[in-house]
T-cell receptor, first 114, second 113 residues
Framework: GAVVSQHPSWVICKSGTSVKIECRSL??????MFWYRQFPKQSLMLMAT?????????EQGVEKDKFLINHASLTLSTLTVTSAHPEDSSFYIC??????????FGPGTRLLVL | GENVEQHPSTLSVQEGDSAVIKCTYS??????FPWYKQELGKRPQLIID?????GEKKDQRIAVTLNKTAKHFSLHITETQPEDSAVYFC????????????FGAGTRLFVKA
């Protein structure tokens, strides 16, 4: 149990385009989902926290208009990178949480912006 | 906000030896401390966790200790094996509605056969 999927697993796009990443909890309902960004050989940096039906809470330094987060249901959250640029290239990982503390991570999405 | 520091950044041990990774946190309100193992290009996997009302927890070759007063917690891996080679992250969580988790910078563990 407690499986989280992400789609796509990797994406290559041109600079200026928008990219949507989906995060789904497959066998449980997630009250909270988190979005992280991980650069090569670095730690997971929390970007935002999203709760179903409410606006996401963004961490300091993360532009909410650039990284749009929608948490439409208890099993789906989406992250849209708008007007992507090469510096947005990274590994984006989501995680899902129920009422307890444990986070279940998705497999990640590798984004390359040319 | 919470800040988690992790040491060392790289650790190389001989197979069979023990490995210790140490972390400190800044916010005394943090009350949940998970440890994750991440292999190259894969998702972080929870390997052990400890809550603030417990000082030590063990699961086979892995143990975690917590000193709330000093705001220190450590991961101990005994009888290391080559398959233990990975990046290990400590984290500290605070309940704010859900649980907000801040990760340490990670420790790259190499276990030499």
């Amino acid at each position: 149990g407690a499986v989280v999927s992400q789609h796509p697993s990797w994406v290559i796009c041109k600079s200026g385009t928008s990219v949507k990443i989906e995060c789904r909890s497959l066998d449980f309902q997630a009250t909270t989902m988190f979005w992280y960004r991980q650069f090569p050989k670095q730690s997971l940096m929390l970007m935002a926290t999203s709760n179903e039906g409410s606006k996401a809470t963004y961490e300091q330094g993360v532009e909410k208009d650039k990284f749009l987060i929608n948490h439409a249901s208890l099993t789906l959250s989406t992250l849209t990178v708008t007007s992507a640029h090469p510096e947005d290239s990274s590994f984006y990982i989501c995680s899902a949480q129920t009422s307890g503390e444990t986070q279940y991570f998705g497999p990640g999405t590798r984004l390359l912006v040319l | 906000g919470e800040n988690v520091e992790q040491h060392p950044s790289t650790l190389s041990v001989q197979e069979g030896d023990s490995a210790v990774i140490k972390c400190t946190y800044s916010d005394s309100a943090s009350n949940y401390f998970p440890w994750y193992k991440q292999e190259l290009g894969k998702r972080p996997q929870l390997i052990i966790d400890i809550r603030s009302n417990v000082g030590e927890k063990k699961d086979q070759r892995i143990a975690v200790t917590l000193n709330k007063t000093a705001k220190h917690f450590s991961l101990h891996i005994t009888e290391t094996q080559p398959e233990d080679s990975a990046v290990y992250f400590c984290a500290a969580s605070i309940r704010t509605g859900g649980f907000k988790t801040i990760f340490g910078a990670g420790t790259r563990l190499f276990v030499k056969a």
